[in-house]
């Protein structure tokens, strides 16, 4: 009998499980309140770059295998999908300026190589025949030439449109809370007092599923809701697009396919409804403007996504304690760079019984404070 799985938010991890567990023949149906990527997802970098600098050691190995999956499906995604979502290699240079951020970097590279990343340390020569807009500040970096980047509004589109040709139904609304019998999960309500029948349910929620899980299951998970800042910027008319991208200083700067430069984010903590903002604007462009005082552009747009915030920055993915039948799968601030290897893990552990090497960590049961 096929599995019936009903996925609760439509950003990149939801459409990412739609789309891999529709591959296993599983019958999906994805509920999402507002459109798919309409959250964090769809304002991201679109960056699939392990590492992005908080709890390395982890996130090396894990951020390693999400990029290959990434690899093996994207072809995929892109012909059943017909969207193409403009996705780019690139090279990242993890810029420092000083001895203590150079010291950071240099341990940041040794756990990268472990995981058999491409990396390596350059001097302030090789950086700045990169881009020699760079600042005469950067001492060296290590150049990460494993990543990848693309429009991440367009990727959720294809993932979503892909996975819909597979037999997945999407629906809009909004889930209010669990029907169960016997201790299992049979149901979801809606806002409108319908309810999806269903034998499974994956929590995808983002930065709203800790409020979920409080209100429907009296668990309390340390999620919060992180505004997270961006700039889109235009080069001026005639001028050079980036040699490479930067990470420096807690920003990510990068040129995307239609030419506009990401530079993000500004964290705005315990923000579920944060707006662009003069002082965070001003924030990026003066690190911009920092590690590429030679750059000559100019605002094009002002973007804000809330993401989940988890303090040690491991995801919760797995089975939420105390109802059978019920799943979740909520990354922190790096949601975009996980969701192929969640994706994958989940759809193992759910309809093989497959566990991940990492999946233990990663349990939600680690971090339940009261029930």
């Not at 000083?98 to 341990?107: A, G, I, L, P, S």
């Not at 993401?307 to 040690?312: G, N, Q, V, Y």
Request: proline share 5%; with cysteine; aromatic share 6%.
């Amino acid at each position: 009998m096929t599995e019936q799985i009903t996925i609760i938010g439509g950003g990149v991890i939801g459409c990412f499980l739609a789309y891999r567990l529709s591959l296993e023949g599983a019958s999906i149906t994805l509920l999402e309140k507002d459109s798919t990527g309409a959250g964090a997802s769809g304002v991201s970098a679109g960056n699939v770059q392990p590492v992005t600098g908080d709890n390395i050691a982890f996130e090396s190995k894990l951020g390693a295998e999400s990029l290959a999956i990434y690899r093996k499906y994207l072809p995929l995604i892109k012909a059943e999908s017909g969207v193409d979502f403009r996705e780019q290699d690139t090279r990242y240079l993890y810029a420092a300026t000083t001895e203590n951020e150079e010291r950071e970097v240099r341990d940041m590279l040794l756990h990268m190589s472990s995981a058999s990343l491409r990396v390596e340390w350059v001097d302030s020569k090789t950086a700045k025949e990169l881009d020699p807009r760079l600042s005469s500040d950067v001492i060296g970096g290590m150049l990460h030439q494993d990543c990848m980047q693309m429009d991440p509004q367009l990727f959720v589109d294809a993932l979503a449109l892909a996975a819909q040709r597979k037999g997945p139904k999407f629906v809009i609304g909004e889930a209010q809370g669990l029907e169960s019998i016997g201790g299992r999960v049979s149901g979801v309500t809606l806002a409108d007092g319908t309810a999806l029948p269903t034998e499974t349910i994956i929590v995808a929620t983002g930065p709203w599923s800790g409020q979920l899980l409080k209100d429907w299951l009296e668990i309390n998970l340390p999620i919060e809701p992180c505004g997270l800042q961006k700039l889109h910027l235009k080069l001026k008319t005639g001028g050079t697009p980036l040699g490479c991208a930067v990470r420096w200083g807690g920003v990510n700067i990068v040129q995307r396919v239609d030419g506009l430069i990401h530079a993000g984010s500004k964290r705005d903590p315990n923000a579920f409804k944060a707006t662009p903002d003069d002082e965070s604007r001003d924030w990026l462009l003066r690190k911009v403007q920092s590690i590429f005082p030679g750059l000559e552009a100019e605002v094009a747009q002002a973007r804000v996504g809330c993401a989940a915030l988890i303090p040690d920055r491991v995801p919760f993915l797995g089975p939420i304690p105390g109802i059978d039948g019920a799943y979740m799968a909520v990354p922190s601030t790096d949601g975009f760079l996980l969701a192929a290897v969640l994706a994958e893990m989940l759809t193992a552990s759910i309809l093989k019984g497959e566990q991940h090497p990492m999946l233990e960590q990663m349990l939600p049961a680690r971090a339940v404070l009261t029930r």
